[in-house]
């Protein structure tokens, strides 16, 4: 009797968070850590390709053309 009462306990919490006001609960920080290894792959790539002088040279050139120096 102890057992089923538990088990109706957890299959209420269950289905709450699945269909409550916190079902999408944590899904922030998969974004989120999503985001982060995406934004690590691009510079990986930047590194690895050796665009990060040009990237820069381009840079320096655009900001030299703004302040007119």
């Given at each position: 009797?102890?057992?089923?009462?538990?088990f109706?306990?957890?299959?209420?919490?269950?289905?709450?968070?699945?269909?409550?006001?916190?079902?999408?609960?944590?899904?922030?920080?998969?974004?989120?850590?999503?985001?982060?290894?995406?934004?690590?792959?691009?510079?990986?790539?930047?590194?690895?390709?050796?665009?990060?002088?040009?990237?820069?040279?381009?840079?320096?050139?655009?900001?030299?053309?703004?302040?007119?120096?």
């Open positions: 009797m102890k057992v089923k009462h538990r109706e306990t957890w299959r209420t919490t269950v289905t709450a968070r699945m269909r409550g006001k916190d079902r999408d609960s944590g899904a922030g920080f998969v974004e989120y850590a999503g985001i982060m290894i995406i934004v690590a792959g691009i510079f990986v790539m930047i590194d690895g390709l050796g665009l990060d002088g040009l990237i820069s040279g381009a840079i320096l050139t655009a900001v030299s053309n703004v302040i007119g120096g």
